[in-house]
């Protein structure tokens, strides 16, 4: 359509009819949106903007073909990291670009989530230890991390969503990403360390973990609710 409009077609009824696959349902809209008034100098930053799109994309076409040369090497590592819900072949790329793909650098899983800037700091006053927010970290892998966090969040059944449903309403979204973000770094040690793939645990891992705990959660969120709980345990089935 805007090829259309730069080669000096008008009539939004022709225009309208260029449209493909989903937008051909929306053509009574189309027809309205493109009546109006587009005169040469619209079509000249038409045309612009045009070539400044096929130039980043031709820019990006290149980019990726040499991405995908550069992390050749890196195939079975990327194939690993593929398996943890959220991260994609883009986050993979990202992780090993930032931390070289070599867990031997790191002396604990916790050193490298340390190193990315995925621990609270420590503020230590008249004895006493506080918590402070993360320390900064390489920015690259925790925006990575953050994209990663958020479709882990949104997975259904993983261990990695589980926090984030328990634990939002309590502490907000933000916080719990990040403890979602340090999970998953921490996941990222191991396999690259083993050279194992993810191991799901299932969204019922916490709650098959300690199971009293759950329970006592389970009442507490009814007291709340006005109901008085007596919990009569199952026999086990023999």
């Known amino acids: 359509m805007l090829q259309a409009l730069i080669d000096g077609q008008r009539d939004p009824h022709i225009l309208a009819d260029l449209a493909k696959r989903r937008m051909r349902s929306k053509i009574p809209e189309l027809n309205q949106a493109l009546t109006g008034r587009f005169r040469e100098h619209h079509a000249f930053l038409a045309r612009l903007y045009l070539d400044q799109y096929d130039q980043l994309s031709g820019a990006i076409k290149q980019l990726t073909v040499r991405i995908e040369e550069a992390m050749s090497p890196f195939r079975p590592a990327l194939d690993l990291l593929d398996t943890i ?19 031997t650098r790191f002396r604990s899983a916790q050193h490298l989530a340390s190193w990315a800037g995925l621990c609270p700091g420590r503020h230590e006053s008249a004895g006493r230890v506080r918590s402070t927010r993360v320390r900064p970290g390489n920015p690259h892998l925790k925006g990575a991390l953050g994209m990663a966090a958020f479709g882990a969040a949104r997975t259904k059944g993983s261990v990695l969503q589980a926090p984030y449903k328990r634990l ?21 040690w191991y396999m690259l360390s083993d050279n194992v793939p993810y191991h799901e645990l299932g969204g019922d891992y916490f709650t098959r973990r300690d199971p009293e705990r759950a329970a006592r959660r389970a009442v507490s969120r009814l007291n709340d609710l006005g109901y008085r709980v007596t919990l009569d345990p199952m026999e086990a089935a023999g």
């Open 85 to 103: 819900p959220g991260v994609n072949q883009a986050v993979a790329e990202v992780i090993l670009a930032e931390t070289g793909g070599d867990m």
């Open 168 to 188: 939002t309403a309590r502490r907000g979204p933000i916080k719990v990403l990040v403890a979602v973000e340090h999970s998953i770094i921490i996941a990222v």
